[in-house]
C-alpha cells in the first residue's frame, strides 16, 4: 500500500521452520517416503502455478521451502524471481 507519506508491505506469516532444518533433524537425514512424496507433490504444485502465471522463482532449495506443523509447505524469497512473456 502506498501512501503520500509511506510505503506499507502486507505479507502473510508462514509459521515454520525451513525444509533443510526439517530434514537436518529428522532420523538419518531422511524422511519416510510417504512424507516426502507429501513435500514434493506440494512443492510441485506451487512451481506449476507460478508457471502458469509466466513465473519463475530461479532459487528453489531447502533453505527457501518452509514447512509448518501440518506438513505444509510454502515457497519463499523470491528475490531471484522473474516474470516472462508467455513466448
Partial sequence: IDSSKYVYLVMEFA???SLHSHLKAAPNRQFPEEKAKKIMKQLLMAIDYLHQRQVAHR??????IIIDNRGQIK???FGFCCAAPPD
Avoid: A, M, S, T
Wanted: charged share 40%; aromatic share 0%; hydrophobic share 35%.
Fill in 75 to 77: 515457497l519463499i524469497d
Fill in 59 to 64: 532459487d528453489v532449495k531447502l533453505e527457501n
Fill in 15 to 17: 509459521n515454520g521452520e
